[in-house]
């Protein structure tokens, strides 16, 4: 027969099943990333932190470059690790890609205005590597710095109220 003592012995069995449920511990997640190359060299920028600034959506009327928000910043390579024998020096981008465009950086989900790139006036995508041409005769222990430009590009035509958001991480390699 089932009674009330029975009830409660049922009760806190149920209760400490679900306890256990309620504190099991929450995943961790660490990002690990490296390269191999045969030189490098130490890098730093001019602007670490650069505000592309605050734009009407209305004033965008269609997609492309926001030309107002353009900015100019230096790559400054330092304490090259070996002369360049010939192979011209690579330079690669890390960051999030815009889901609306591959080509351009944004952290944002769903936004459609991203970070444009460039490099020695050539575009430099999420995640790709592209030739610094400029570059020649690095000699061990040198420098060479490389002009950069970062501004906004708009997918779409009056684009929705969004922030961007773009954490770009370079580093350079070459022969």
Do not use: W
């Not at 256990?20 to 190359?37: D, E, M």
């Not at 936004?111 to 570059?135: C, E, F, I, R, W």
């Amino acid at each position: 027969m089932f009674n009330q003592k029975n009830m409660i012995a049922l009760c806190v069995a149920a209760g400490l099943g679900f306890a256990g449920a309620a504190s099991a511990g929450q995943n961790a997640q660490v990002n690990v990333s490296g390269q191999i190359a045969a030189a490098t060299c130490d890098l730093s920028v001019s602007n670490p932190n650069i505000d592309l600034g605050t734009h009407i959506s209305a004033d965008i009327t269609a997609a492309g470059d926001i030309a107002s928000s353009a900015k100019d910043f230096t790559l400054q390579l330092t304490n090259c690790s070996k002369d360049q024998t010939g192979a011209s020096v690579q330079l690669f981008a890390k960051g999030t890609a815009l889901d609306a465009n591959g080509d351009y950086f944004n952290n944002t989900a769903n936004a459609t205005v991203g970070v444009k790139l460039t490099a020695d006036s050539k575009p430099v995508k999420p995640n790709t590597s592209v030739d610094l041409t400029s570059v020649t005769g690095l000699a061990q222990g040198s420098s060479a710095s490389i002009a950069m430009n970062v501004g906004l590009y708009s997918t779409v035509g009056t684009p929705a109220s969004q922030r961007i958001d773009a954490p770009i991480t370079f580093s350079v390699s070459y022969e």
